[in-house]
């Protein structure tokens, strides 16, 4: 308090006591101890009001004293348990935590990790994932600003997240505890495997392998695919201790329409500690996805090259050119391309709608408009004879199909006489058109569907000038490309729209996470936030169910079924008001991402320590690691002076003794008839 507020408090004590002797003793006749009670009642009740109109500051000082951190970190991962370093970890991890003088010294806290980092003091080392990265990026965040060293007991095989040794923060020492046999051992391991998730139907899929050898002598391996009893590859790997890798490529047939799950195997005739990590299941889905697709034309334009050479970079496009007149039959087709049709197309046409084949008209300059008119109601066109140049606006609310934004409104314009285009029904306009910079409110690539068949407009021709111009933006074709094989795969496919859409993939690594998303449309086809999802998944060997709710995010619902062993599922998702359901299955290959090691990850290890000014350690060095950390002077104890002020005003105490007083000294008063 300052030397005022002192001044002010025996000046009120003055007053106070000066104000109760002249009302009850200097003026009372009879100084009896009701008149001393009172006075004393009355220089209580003053005083503490004067007090409160000082509202002194009371300022209290606390020492404390702020040890360093000593984040004590386990690994949690199943690939400790493999390598039988549990116990020893645990044990480990007792000695620490449980060290007098290191309690003294750090605030010691405990934390394991697998594909999560967490607070812990208990482990069961089952964790299907292993990720170090975490561990660096949690320490940052919960120890902020602050200099301290880290315990790692790990073996430092790391199986998802980014590369630890740079992750962690470099003025932080991190002390790795090294647990696990490191003495080498024989070894044969697949460390990965490359190939597409699909193929297609009667073609040929690479398979990559990458394959690593640990070992001192030369030896040979057999890499062999097979899919059941069948071999389908089998090669000879040479290995020796100065070539301890090898990589293997293998073409594989797709002659079976389905999913296909496939096992990698590397073996040998020595002896090996680990043989888990010599095979690997992978899967591929073949589809029968050939499209053939009709461009008939009855004149020579660039357009047509442009689409044919667009289309045909998918593999699965076959184009075949065709003048109205030379058609015979449309059953080997699957899309129809109808460039600038004429009065000669009425026979396309027809044969065309009685096939149920969806088309893709395409306009220009030769265009008999009339003649369209009388083929098709979903665009009403009245056109002129004078020819205009219209370019293109994109649409963002178009969801047909998901399409990105290639800078439509970039490329030269498109000819089409000059007209009033509108349209009937229900039409999905992508492009719209401008002439010039003013907006026509006409399509000009629009998309209708009607009882399941399909048609594109794209009402304008030099659409190559697109192409070319596409290429000078991207030095490359592939975005335009992208664009008409996305209008062929819509146009090729027969499936209408659906109210419950569902997103998966055929088949999982066990241990990966396994994630099914949904989408619920209303009867307009809006996304509907207040769809009910559920999805009921069964084991097809135990029959065993799980239930579980799909939660919504952005624009989705989406389910994670981490935690389901190896196996074939059957699931259905279930819209509980409508009652709308999508089935269908999955497998859970058998795959172990844990137990792919033998050895602890030294190496890494080391040069994380190296990285952070720390040092590595092994179990039987504890000791040395304890005695390190208690000798290291960079970490002391803080003692730190805490100042708490606190106004008089705000003791509520002071005013209830105030009410106290003044309550009591009246009721004296009443009683003895003062009042």
Same mark, same amino acid.
């Given at each position: 308090m300052t030397r005022t507020t002192i001044l002010l408090i025996i000046l009120s004590l003055v007053v106070a006591g000066s104000l109760s002797f002249y009302h009850y003793l200097y003026k009372a006749k009879n100084k009896s101890t009701v008149s001393l009670f009172l006075a004393f009642l009355r220089f209580m009740s003053i005083f503490g009001i004067l007090l409160l109109l000082i509202n002194? &500051? &009371?300022?209290?000082?606390t020492l404390e004293t702020v040890k360093t951190p000593l984040p004590i970190v386990v690994d949690n991962s199943s690939s400790i348990s493999f390598l039988n370093a549990n116990e020893k970890v645990s044990e480990l991890y007792q000695k620490l935590i449980s060290n007098a003088a290191l309690q003294h010294k750090f605030d010691i806290q405990s934390y394991q990790f697998d594909g999560e980092f967490q607070q812990s003091e208990k482990f069961d080392f089952k964790g299907a994932q292993t990720n170090l990265d975490a561990v660096a990026k949690n320490l940052k965040s919960i120890n902020k600003n602050v200099i301290f060293p880290t315990v790692i007991i790990t073996d430092g095989n790391q199986t998802s997240g980014n590369d630890y040794v740079y992750g962690f923060d470099s003025v932080n020492k991190i002390f790795p505890l090294i647990v696990g046999d490191t003495t080498t051992f024989l070894d044969f391991k697949i460390d990965q495997l490359n190939v597409n998730k699909y193929a297609f139907y009667k073609n040929k899929f690479p398979v990559e392998a990458f394959l690593h050898y640990s070992g001192t002598k030369n030896v040979t391996a057999d %890499?062999?695919?097979?899919?059941?009893?069948? =071999? %389908? !590859?089998?090669? #000879?790997?040479?290995?020796? #201790? !100065?070539?301890? @890798?090898?990589? =293997?490529? =293998?073409?594989l047939p797709a002659n079976k329409v389905g999913l296909q799950v496939f096992k990698a195997t590397i073996s040998s005739k020595e002896k090996e500690k680990n043989t888990y990590n010599n095979t690997k299941n992978f899967a591929v889905e073949v589809i029968d996805q050939k499209t053939n697709i009709a461009i008939i034309s009855a004149i020579n334009h660039p357009d047509i090259g442009a689409l044919k050479h667009a289309i045909e970079t998918n593999a699965q496009r076959k184009v075949t050119l065709i003048k109205p007149n030379d058609i015979k039959t449309l059953q080997d087709y699957n899309v129809l391309i109808l460039y600038q049709p004429t009065t000669e197309f009425k026979s396309v046409f027809d044969a065309a709608k009685l096939a149920g084949i969806n088309t893709f008209i395409i306009t220009g300059n030769n265009t008999d408009f009339n003649f369209l008119n009388q083929q098709q109601n979903n665009l009403s066109f009245k056109m002129s004879g004078q020819k205009e140049d219209y370019l293109a606006a994109f649409? !963002?609310?178009?969801?047909?199909?998901?399409? /990105?934004?290639?800078?439509?409104?970039n490329f030269p314009p498109l000819q089409n006489p000059f007209g009033n285009i509108t349209t009937n029904g229900n039409v999905s306009v992508l492009l719209s058109s401008k002439i010039r910079n003013i907006d026509t409110n006409a399509p000009l690539l629009a998309f209708t569907e009607n009882q399941g068949k399909r048609t594109a407009y794209f009402l304008g021709e030099n659409s190559w000038k697109w192409r070319l111009q596409s290429h000078i933006d991207n030095q490359s074709f592939d975005k335009f490309d992208i664009f008409i094989d996305k209008i062929i795969q819509y146009l090729a496919s027969n499936?209408? $729209?659906?109210s419950l859409v569902v997103a998966h993939e055929s088949f999982y690594n066990s241990g990966e996470a396994i994630e099914i998303s949904a989408q619920y449309f209303n009867k307009n086809y809006e996304f509907d936030e207040k769809a009910r999802l559920t999805i009921a998944v069964t084991n097809t060997k135990t029959k065993q169910t799980k239930n579980y709710d799909l939660l919504k995010s952005n624009n989705s619902y989406k389910v994670n079924l /981490?935690?389901? @062993?190896?196996?074939?599922?059957?699931? !259905? =998702?279930?819209?509980?008001?409508? $009652?709308?359901?999508?089935?269908?299955? %999955?497998?859970?290959? /058998? %795959? /172990?991402?844990?137990?792919?090691?033998v050895n602890p990850d030294v190496e890494k290890l080391t040069q994380l320590a190296l990285q952070t000014q720390g040092k590595v350690y092994f179990p039987d060095q504890i000791e040395g690691l304890i005695k390190s950390l208690l000798d290291n002077e960079e970490y002391k104890a803080v003692q730190k002076n805490t100042m708490t002020k606190t106004p008089l005003i705000d003791w509520v105490w002071l005013l209830v003794l105030i009410s106290i007083f003044l309550s009591t000294e009246w009721f004296v008063r009443k009683y003895n008839g003062l009042l």
């Open positions: 002194p &500051i &009371i300022t209290k000082n %890499f062999i695919i097979s899919q059941g009893n069948s =071999v %389908f !590859s089998k090669q #000879p790997i040479s290995f020796s #201790p !100065s070539k301890k @890798t090898a990589v =293997v490529n =293998v073409l649409n !963002s609310q178009f969801n047909l199909f998901a399409i /990105d934004n290639i800078g439509f409104e499936n209408s $729209k659906k /981490d935690g389901l @062993t190896a196996g074939n599922y059957n699931f !259905s =998702v279930k819209e509980l008001n409508s $009652k709308t359901t999508y089935s269908n299955h %999955f497998e859970i290959l /058998d %795959f /172990d991402i844990e137990k792919q090691f």
